[in-house]
C-alpha cells in the first residue's frame, strides 16, 4: 500500500483480484505488447471525447500497461505520460501501479469522473499530478465476461475538463463496446 507521508491517505488501492487477472490477460493473449487495433480504439476515444490523451490500459501486480496509446503528437509513446521514463531517455508504454487512477477503477469496478483531481484531498496527492501534470480523469472498468476487470479505458487531460454525466455514459458506454470487441477475438481464436 502507498500512503502520502503528509496526510497518510492510500492512494492506491489493494488489489487482491490481481493474480487472477493477470491469468486471464495471459488467455486472452493481452497486456504485454502494443496493440494496433488498441490504438486505433485509444485515438477514436480521443476524439469522441475530445481529450489530448487517451489509453487501453492492462494492469498486473505492480503495473500498468498502455496496449493501446493515443497522445496530442501522435507519437505512440508514453514518454509525455511518465515523467520517470522521459527523464532517463527510455519510451515506454508503462507506468507504475501507484501513478494514476486506473487502478482505483479496476480495483471499485466502477467508472470514475474527476473533472479537477485536485478537488478530490485522495486523488490530488497522486504522482502524475505534480510529475506529469494531470488535472482531469474520465475513466471505465473493462469487465469480460469471466467477471474479471482486465483493465481501463481512459482519458485524461492537463486542465480541468466538465466530464459531466454525458462523459460519464460516454465512456461507460465505450468500454462495453471494447469488451465485446475482446469477446471476438477470444471467440474467433478458439
Same mark, same amino acid.
Given at each position: 500500500?502507498?500512503y502520502?507521508p503528509t496526510?497518510?491517505l492510500l492512494?492506491?488501492?489493494?488489489?487482491?483480484e490481481? =493474480?487472477?487477472? !493477470?491469468? &486471464?490477460l495471459?488467455? /486472452?493473449? +493481452?497486456? %504485454?505488447?502494443? *496493440?494496433?487495433?488498441?490504438d $486505433?480504439f485509444?485515438?477514436?476515444l480521443a476524439q469522441?471525447?475530445?481529450a489530448p490523451?487517451?489509453?487501453v490500459?492492462f494492469?498486473?501486480?505492480?503495473?500498468?500497461?498502455?496496449?493501446?496509446l493515443?497522445t496530442?503528437?501522435?507519437?505512440?509513446t508514453a514518454?509525455d505520460?511518465?515523467?520517470?521514463?522521459?527523464?532517463?531517455?527510455?519510451?515506454?508504454r508503462f507506468?507504475?501501479?501507484d501513478?494514476g487512477?486506473? =487502478?482505483?477503477v !479496476?480495483? &471499485?469496478r466502477?467508472a /470514475?469522473? +474527476?473533472? %479537477?483531481?485536485? *478537488?478530490y484531498?485522495?486523488f $490530488?496527492g497522486?504522482?502524475?499530478?505534480d510529475?506529469?501534470g494531470i488535472?482531469?480523469?474520465?475513466?471505465?472498468p473493462?469487465?469480460?465476461r469471466?467477471?474479471?476487470a482486465?483493465g481501463?479505458?481512459?482519458?485524461v487531460?492537463t486542465?480541468?475538463?466538465?466530464w459531466g454525466?454525458?462523459?460519464?455514459?460516454t465512456i461507460?458506454?465505450l468500454a462495453?463496446?471494447?469488451v465485446?470487441?475482446?469477446?471476438r477475438r477470444?471467440?474467433e481464436?478458439?
Open positions: 500500500m502507498t502520502d496526510g497518510h492512494l492506491t488501492p489493494p488489489d487482491p490481481a =493474480p487472477a487477472r !493477470v491469468r &486471464r495471459r488467455e /486472452l493473449g +493481452l497486456g %504485454d505488447r502494443p *496493440d494496433p487495433a488498441f $486505433a485509444a485515438e477514436r469522441v471525447t475530445g490523451y487517451s489509453m490500459n494492469i498486473d501486480e505492480n503495473q500498468q500497461f498502455f496496449a493501446g493515443h496530442p503528437n501522435g507519437l505512440r514518454g505520460l511518465d515523467a520517470t521514463t522521459a527523464a532517463s531517455g527510455a519510451v515506454g507506468m507504475d501501479r501513478h487512477y486506473c =487502478p482505483h !479496476v480495483v &471499485r466502477k /470514475l469522473v +474527476l473533472e %479537477d483531481v485536485c *478537488d484531498p485522495r $490530488a497522486n504522482p502524475v499530478v510529475e506529469i488535472r482531469s480523469y474520465l475513466g471505465a473493462l469487465i469480460d469471466t467477471g474479471t482486465l481501463t479505458i481512459c482519458v487531460d486542465e480541468p475538463r466538465p454525466r454525458a462523459g460519464l455514459e461507460k458506454s462495453a463496446e471494447l465485446e470487441q475482446i469477446h477470444e471467440d481464436s478458439r
